[in-house]
C-alpha cells in the first residue's frame, strides 16, 4: 500500500520504510473517511491473508486518482485517511485471528488457560496501533504480553540471524553438511 500511495515521495516520509510511513500518516488521518471490508470472514479458521485487502485499496485508490484527475506516482489529498483506514482493517484482521487463535489453544488444552502468553514480534510488533490492539487483546482475556521493544523488530533478517545463533548454540535443528540437498530458486 506504501508502495502505491508513493510514500517515498510524500514530504513526512521519504526516509521511511512502508510500514513505518503508513503508521506515521495513519496518526492524523481519519480512518472513518474509508471502510474496507475485512479479509477472510467467510472462514472459520486463524489464518491471515491481506491479499484481498490489498486489492480494495488499490481500487480506492485507482477511483481517488480519478476523482483527483492526478496520475499513478502522485500523492493523493486522502493519503492520511486512506493510511488510517488500512492500517485499522489490518489490525482488525490481526486482532480477530489472533483471538481466534487464542480460543481454539485454550479449547483444545494447547495453551493453558491462566499463565498463557501471547508473543508478539516481527515488523508488525514495531507499529505501535496494532501493538496496542494485541496488549488489549491479551488483557481482556488474561493473557501476559509480551513484544520486544521496537527497535528490535523492525528487521526480520536480525531476528532469523539471531534465531539461528541461538539454535546453534542450543545445537537445535544444526544442518552440519549440505551433501545430498537441492536447492531451487523460486
Known amino acids: 500500500v506504501a508502495r502505491r500511495l ?5 514530504p513526512e516520509c521519504h ?22 471490508r475485512l479479509p477472510m470472514q467467510q472462514y472459520r479458521n486463524c ?22 484527475g492526478i496520475q499513478e506516482g502522485e500523492i493523493l489529498s486522502c493519503v ?5 483506514a488500512v492500517q485499522h482493517a489490518v489490525a482488525v484482521h490481526i486482532i480477530q485471528r ?4 487464542m480460543l481454539f489453544c485454550i479449547k483444545n488444552s494447547i495453551l493453558s488457560s491462566t499463565n498463557a502468553t501471547l508473543v508478539v514480534s516481527g515488523g508488525v510488533a514495531s507499529n505501535q496501533y496494532i501493538r496496542k490492539g494485541l496488549q488489549t487483546l491479551a ?18 533478517g536480525v531476528m532469523i540471524a539471531w534465531n ?14 549440505t551433501d545430498g540437498i537441492r536447492y531451487e530458486p523460486k
Do not use: W
Request: charged share 25%; with cysteine.
Open 6 to 10: 508513493s510514500l517515498r515521495k510524500h
Open 15 to 36: 526516509s521511511m520504510a512502508g510500514g513505518k510511513a503508513i503508521e506515521h500518516l495513519a496518526q492524523t488521518g481519519n480512518r472513518q473517511q474509508h471502510t474496507f
Open 47 to 68: 489464518d491471515f491473508s491481506f491479499s484481498g485487502l490489498q486489492n480494495l485499496v488499490n481500487k480506492v485508490i485507482i477511483q481517488k486518482e480519478k476523482e483527483e
Open 80 to 84: 492520511k485517511d486512506i493510511a488510517a
Open 98 to 101: 489472533t483471538y481466534r487463535a
Open 139 to 156: 488483557d481482556a482475556n488474561d493473557f501476559a504480553f509480551l513484544c520486544p521493544p521496537p527497535r528490535l523488530c523492525t528487521d526480520n
Open 164 to 177: 539461528g545463533i541461538e539454535r546453534l548454540r542450543a545445537g537445535l535443528g544444526v544442518l552440519h553438511s
